[in-house]
T-cell receptor
Framework: GENVEQHPSTLSVQEGDSAVIKCTYS??????FPWYKQELGKRPQLIID?????GEKKDQRIAVTLNKTAKHFSLHITETQPEDSAVYFC?????????????FGKGTKLSVKP | KAGVTQTPRYLIKTRGQQVTLSCSPI?????VSWYQQTPGQGLQFLFE???????NKGNFPGRFSGRQFSNSRSEMNVSTLELGDSALYLC???????????????FGPGTRLTVL
């Protein structure tokens, strides 16, 4: 089955710097890759997603890139702010079946220091 | 539009007991998936329901079960609770199976289950 690896597990940056989180997946048939942000004690919130037929997607300070050949995708946050501090999860949706399941990475705890 | 809601938000049980958790999806969403979140294992998929039928299942023992009602609300049940079942249980809803590859999933706030 699908397996998603996420790195790093913790990331500390200064306010204004960029942050990059990387994920790899094993199932080449996976076709949808969302990123979720989870603040302490809150629910995971979808922040951006990318489909397998797209190489890059941007939304203001957030961007995601996908390399299908290498089976990896990355989250890029520019001009980080203290409110970006949270745990970020990448996920992959395996193709087939009802496709209602997401396989998640273990998460990256991002700390943005003012 | 109201978001995904879950009840109860917190629950304390003892080993051997059973528990039922409830999830109400976003209006118009017909698919409900359940996930278990623990510090050690992260977010793990339990199962998905659509049109009152289980459509997909993760690698959890048969003690974990669920159902969905005609109004798309879903419940999950855990029988014979073990200490290791302590976790945050999250449900997520999406529109449905049609064009399902790209349906976003929206999470509820979760139910924090503690097993003593």
């Amino acid at each position: 089955g699908e397996n998603v690896e996420q790195h790093p597990s913790t990331l500390s940056v200064q306010e204004g710097d960029s942050a990059v989180i990387k994920c790899t997946y094993s199932d080449s048939a996976s076709n949808y890759f969302p990123w979720y942000k989870q603040e302490l004690g809150k629910r995971p919130q979808l922040i951006i997603d990318i489909r397998s037929n797209v190489g890059e997607k941007k939304d203001q300070r957030i961007a995601v890139t996908l390399n299908k050949t290498a089976k990896h995708f990355s989250l890029h946050i520019t001009e980080t702010q203290p409110e970006d501090s949270a745990v970020y999860f990448c996920a992959a949706r395996p193709y087939g079946g009802s496709q209602g399941n997401l396989i998640f990475g273990k998460g990256t705890k991002l700390s943005v220091k003012p | 539009k109201a978001g995904v809601t879950q009840t109860p938000r917190y629950l304390i049980k003892t080993r051997g007991q059973q528990v039922t958790l409830s999830c109400s999806p976003i209006s118009g969403h017909r698919s409900v998936s359940w996930y278990q979140q623990t510090p050690g294992q992260g977010l793990q998929f339990l199962f998905e329901y659509f049109s009152e039928t289980q459509r997909n299942k993760g690698n959890f023992p048969g003690r974990f079960s669920g159902r969905q009602f005609s109004n798309s609300r879903s419940e999950m049940n855990v029988s014979t609770l073990e200490l290791g079942d302590s976790a945050l249980y999250l449900c997520a809803s999406r529109v449905g199976l049609a064009g399902s590859s790209y349906n976003e999933q929206f999470f509820g706030p979760g139910t924090r289950l503690t097993v003593l």
